[in-house]
């Protein structure tokens, strides 16, 4: 059990490009949680699974954020077209579920956006 | 409107002194209440959580207090070492959606030497 991982660690990407970012969770960990923090404030909650079903999304995210968990293994986030605005640290978190509500974190993706 | 409300927002101690971090909440469908600890760069690290059926809880040098009553609850960290110089985060579980996680704005905590 290696914890949850994040790839990559940094992206920057001009305005209006698309980027995806991909999570793996620890094993057996079947809630995936996306979160977005921006500098000086703590997370923000965006998305979270289910296994492969996704339960909640959060008004921050709009239609330009999708993502996706297929087979409830790891999951990916989508930015399309992206904006300034976006430029965050994307954090994901797993949980094993079951009313086991621990979050374990990854290193998380630093979104810079010219 | 912020769900959790953290204070201070920063704090400075001196090596082996007790900081106190505090969080408010208003939501009494709250069930689940961990703190994190975070380096720059890193992602948050869970460092203890309590449930709403216990006053206190401790784990090492890190001890939450809660008072239900009042809808606050603490992080105490114990003999404060430099390396304990982060920011920290409390957050709250549940409510209308009970798996959603909402988090507290942070204290940066600098312990001197």
């Known amino acids: 059990d290696t914890g949850v991982s994040q790839d990559p660690r940094h992206k920057i990407t001009k305005r209006g490009q698309n980027v995806t970012f991909r999570c793996d969770p620890i094993?057996?960990?079947?809630?995936l949680y996306w979160y977005r923090q921006t500098l000086g404030q703590g997370p923000e909650f965006l998305t979270y699974?289910?296994?492969?079903?996704?339960?909640?999304k959060s008004r921050l995210l709009s239609d330009r954020f999708s993502a996706e968990r297929p087979k409830g293994s790891f999951s990916t986030l989508e930015i399309q077209r992206t904006e300034q605005g976006d430029s965050a640290m994307y954090l994901c978190?797993?949980?094993?579920?079951?009313?086991?509500?621990?979050?374990?974190f990854g290193p998380g993706t630093r979104l810079t956006v010219t | 409107q912020q769900q959790v409300k953290q204070s201070p927002q920063s704090l400075i101690v001196q090596k082996g002194g007790i900081p106190i971090i505090n969080c408010a909440y208003e939501n009494t469908a709250f069930d689940y209440f961990p703190w994190y600890q975070q380096f720059p760069g890193k992602g948050p690290a869970l460092l203890i959580a309590i449930r709403p059926d216990v006053s206190e809880k401790k784990e090492g040098r890190f001890t939450i207090s809660f008072n239900k009553s009042a809808k606050q609850f603490s992080l105490h960290i114990m003999d404060s070492q430099p390396g304990d110089s982060a920011t920290y985060f409390c957050a709250a579980r549940g409510g209308l959606n009970f798996n959603k996680f909402y988090f507290g704005s942070g204290t940066k905590l600098n312990v001197k030497p």
């Open positions: 699974f289910q296994n492969e079903a996704q339960l909640e």
């Open positions: 094993s057996e960990h079947n809630r």
């Open positions: 978190a797993s949980s094993l579920g079951s009313g086991r509500y621990e979050q374990y």
